[in-house]
């Protein structure tokens, strides 16, 4: 499994993204340093009684929606096992003649072993399209689908997605149960929510709880490298939960389960659908995706955080302005670079529309076309300034907006 550390202050919280992953141990980890001073508060991702809407229950007579659910849906899940071949390579000391000598040592050959991991996934097309996590298959070199009914089938990756951790995988098959699909774009905090996976090997795992929230930002989250709203639930998950359904209570699917923070209970995250399905069209299209990027690290202007600026003496920068979005730095040679912006800029429009927080320069960039012009209205020391950046296709290697 993979974990992301998620630091804030006086908290320390681990996101664990919920495939078992391919490595030595069956899971990975990716560090993430501890939030600098100029880190604006994070929304907390903890459920407040006021964003709740009342469950939208089902009627007393219909008591058993979850199985209904799950029946319909339930065929259509499979587990996934990914593996792959690494060499470790010999500490170079032992390989030295001298050392070899000295302790009457032979010389010593790389050691390969294999690493394995699952996770979970469900079939969108009869003819054995599936979709799962990209961190479920990332860098497999053999993927075996297993459907309830028991069969088997070697399953080939059409292509991953890091940036939104979606990913498709093709088996030859044909008349496979299918999922059907529900408009993640139109959920309400308060309605029911069923999981459905391979919760540490337990196969087709069902749990239920509701829709905490919609378009948790990933900053908010704590996996600031990708461009995902998620949608977050109190249904119980757990690794190997990774790339199974998120149901609503008619039995569609609304979303990729995907990660839980370590250490707290009920707080569970899913990539939405429609998210998920967009992406997947772009990687059997063309077995990428392409996501437009600025090259500019930034940070919603609050008047704390305006505050803590302006009263170091130490800080290059000063902010002049009540509202906007901060830019803290800029990525060399990106789009924003060759367009001029700087660090200590100020964005206040976008296109024409009033930014007041940097989610919506993220969401207005993803939602844009790889060389759109995007026009900027920004404060650069005491002087209103208009910008125009073409967008470039983000590196493999980054997410920066």
């Given at each position: ?10 908290t ?20 993430r ?20 809407a ?23 899940v ?9 060499t ?15 302790f ?21 097309s ?9 961190h ?85 989250v ?22 199974g ?42 077995g ?71 989610q919506?320069?993220?969401?207005t ?37």
């Amino acid at each position: 499994m993979k974990f992301i550390r998620w630091q804030k202050p006086a908290t320390h919280l681990s996101l664990i993204l919920l495939g078992s992953g391919i490595t030595l141990s069956g899971g990975y980890l990716l560090a993430r340093s501890p939030v600098s001073p100029l880190q604006p508060n994070s929304t907390e991702v903890a459920v407040s009684n006021n964003n709740i809407a009342q469950a939208n229950l089902p009627a007393i007579t219909n008591n058993n929606f979850v199985t209904t659910a799950v029946n319909q849906v339930g065929p259509a899940v499979v587990r996934i096992d990914a593996s792959r071949t690494v060499t470790s390579n010999v500490p170079r000391v032992f390989n030295d003649p001298l050392f070899r000598e000295f302790f009457g040592l032979e010389p010593m050959q790389p050691r390969r072993r294999t690493q394995s991991g699952t996770g979970s996934g469900f079939i969108v097309s009869s003819d054995g399209r599936i979709l799962t996590n990209a961190h479920v298959v990332e860098g497999a070199e053999t993927v075996r689908v297993r459907l309830k009914d028991g069969r088997s089938f070697e399953g080939r990756v059409l292509g991953t997605d890091p940036v939104t951790d979606v990913a498709v995988i093709q088996i030859q098959a044909s008349g496979l149960p299918t999922v059907r699909v529900g408009n993640s774009d139109q959920l309400t905090p308060g309605e029911w929510a069923i999981a459905i996976g391979n919760p540490l090997g337990l196969d087709n795992s069902v749990t239920t709880g509701i829709i905490s929230a919609t378009g948790r930002s990933s900053s908010a989250v704590g996996v600031a490298d990708k461009r995902v709203r998620f949608i977050q639930t109190d249904a119980a998950i757990n690794p190997g939960n990774s790339g199974g359904p998120l149901l609503n209570q008619q039995g569609e699917v609304i979303g990729i389960n995907t990660a839980i923070i370590q250490g707290a209970q009920g707080l569970g995250f899913a990539i939405p659908i429609n998210t998920a399905q967009r992406i997947a069209n772009q990687l059997v299209a063309n077995g990428r995706v392409e996501h437009s990027f600025l090259g500019i690290q930034m940070l919603t202007i609050t008047p704390e955080l305006k505050q803590e600026i302006n009263s170091d003496p130490n800080r290059l920068m000063q902010v002049d302005t009540e509202s906007g979005v901060l830019v803290v730095r800029v990525v060399p040679d990106s789009p924003a670079a060759r367009a001029g912006l700087r660090a200590g800029d100020v964005i206040q429009r976008l296109n024409g529309n009033s930014v007041t927080d940097s989610q919506k320069i993220q969401q207005t960039v993803e939602n844009s076309s790889v060389g759109e012009n995007l026009r900027l209205q920004l404060r650069r020391q005491g002087r209103n300034m208009d910008i125009s950046v073409r967008t470039g296709a983000i590196p493999s290697n980054q997410a920066k907006n």
